[in-house]
């Protein structure tokens, strides 16, 4: 049996036919694409192995103490790191995966009291613990964003610098914050990536790195000039651990 188009016989439009076969062929093809979409979104998050440790209050409290170590500041060189930035007073800068705001007075200082320094992460308790942490040393100048794991949520060509400390590796998908991350910074604006090396030892005795980090530095190098930047400098921040990527808006 064969369907009849709907062309009226009024107008002398020869009626045309179609085999059963075409409805059925294109009721498959919309199960495909929706089959497509839900696969798509099922889509393996990349840093799962790296945020197991994150998906509890109980373990993030056990990473927060970590993070606010008394030693980390002799360890990981935060004015170094931040005079590499090039920031000056009245900037706008973002500290992407702040945490519990480590790196937050350092960043407040440098860009003064007419700056403004985005703190993010998504995770509320952390960014409570950094809340408090900015009160307690009446950094004024410090805004508190809530941002998920494809959007930090800060404002659009805004920005002078970005930094990701220790967040790279962290990053479930990494192309799409890579395009807010660009989004936001001004043209001009200037990334910079302080991450562990992926070889044996760079996060301490053991193969944790090798677990952990997804990404050693060049293909790390590669990925983000793959998504709108070019790389202005690289050095180490702590040897056979730890370096420093800065990257530029294209």
Request: charged letters at 25%.
């Amino acid at each position: 049996m064969k369907k009849l188009l709907a062309n009226s016989p009024q107008n002398g439009v020869r009626r045309k036919t179609v085999p059963d076969w075409f409805g059925g062929a294109r009721r498959t093809l919309c199960r495909l694409s929706c089959l497509f979409l839900l696969c798509a979104a099922a889509f393996p998050q990349v840093a799962e192995k790296a945020n197991e440790g994150y998906k509890t209050k109980e373990g993030r409290a056990g990473v927060a103490k970590g993070l606010a170590a008394p030693d980390r500041e002799a360890r990981q060189h935060p004015r170094e790191i931040v005079d590499a930035m090039g920031l000056k007073v009245g900037d706008a800068v973002a500290d992407v995966g702040t945490g519990v705001g480590f790196m937050l007075p350092y960043l407040s200082h440098v860009v003064g009291a007419t700056g403004t320094v985005y703190a993010e992460d998504i995770q509320t308790d952390f960014l409570d613990q950094a809340r408090s942490r900015a009160q307690l040393q009446q950094l004024t100048n410090v805004k508190f964003v809530l941002g998920t794991d494809r959007d930090p949520k800060l404002p659009a060509a805004t920005l002078e610098g970005i930094l990701v400390l220790d967040v790279y590796h962290h990053f479930d998908y990494p192309e799409a914050m890579l395009e807010h991350i660009r989004d936001s910074l001004l043209s001009d604006g200037k990334l910079t990536i302080v991450e562990f090396y992926k070889r044996r030892g760079a996060m301490g005795n053991g193969d944790r790195a090798l677990e952990h980090i997804r990404l050693d530095q060049d293909d790390l190098i590669k990925e983000v000039e793959a998504n709108g930047f070019r790389l202005v400098s690289k050095s180490d921040v702590i040897p056979n651990s730890q370096y420093m990527v800065i990257f530029q808006k294209k």
